[in-house]
């Protein structure tokens, strides 16, 4: 059973850009949950999907968003990027939501902006 | 508010040690879910145990054992006899029963096995 996919990487931006992450959950997962993990403030949540519904929102900027497929792939996008935006961006499915906790993650995307 | 703590940011023990790694949380729930997610340098976060707050027998898995007191809210993760494989970051997490409650992480613990 193939696990959480995450493209790109690894990439790097300068200021100003925009990025888009791409996660492909396990199959048959239909939640999608996405992360910022920097060695300061550890993991942050940005959002969770379900069934291509936004069902929870962490503490960030507009300028993060994101979107889920109807076959659960989902995308992150982050605009305008600062360099604080630097960080390994996580992605976790799971079968029927975060309900219970038990995640799936991918390797991650590491942005860094300069 | 929900806190999740992990004083230890990291620990440096010599293969075959025994080490914990503590865990210290805060919520006002009565009904919530513990983790322990595992790190190694790959990046992909693992997932180890849930207990949820009722539940406050101990569990061992192999080399792995949990200790859970909600009298003093804690949920400790001892592995016994520790081996270079074991080297990575432990996270300890918190999420209270309901669908739009968010997971709440700790710093995480970086252990490093060495040989």
């Known amino acids: 059973k193939a696990g959480v996919t995450q493209t790109p990487r690894y990439l790097i931006k300068t200021r100003g850009q925009q990025v888009t992450l791409s996660c492909s959950p396990i199959s048959g997962h239909r939640s999608v949950s996405w992360y910022q993990q920097t060695p300061g403030q550890g993991l942050q949540f940005l959002f969770e999907y379900f069934s291509e519904t936004q069902r929870n929102k962490g503490n960030f900027p507009g300028r993060f968003s994101g979107r889920q497929f109807s076959n659960s792939r989902s995308e992150m996008n982050v605009s305008t990027l600062e360099l604080g935006d630097s960080a390994l961006y996580l992605c976790a499915s799971s079968l029927g939501g975060s309900l219970t906790g038990e995640l799936f993650f991918g390797e991650g995307s590491r942005l860094t902006v300069l | ?115």
């Open chain 2, 1 to 115: 508010a929900q806190k999740v703590t992990q004083a230890q940011t990291e620990i440096s023990v010599v293969e075959k040690e025994d080490v914990t790694l503590d865990c210290v949380y805060e919520t006002r729930d009565t009904t919530y879910y513990l983790f322990w997610y595992k790190q190694p340098p790959s990046g992909e976060l693992v997932f180890l145990i849930r207990r949820n707050s009722f539940d406050e027998q101990n569990e061992i898995s192999g080399r792995y054992s949990w200790n859970f007191q909600k009298s003093t809210s804690s949920f400790n993760f001892t592995i016994t006899a520790s081996q270079v494989v074991d080297s990575a970051v432990y996270f300890c997490a918190l999420k209270a029963s309901g669908n739009n409650r968010k997971l709440i992480w700790g710093l995480g613990t970086s252990l490093a096995v060495n040989p």
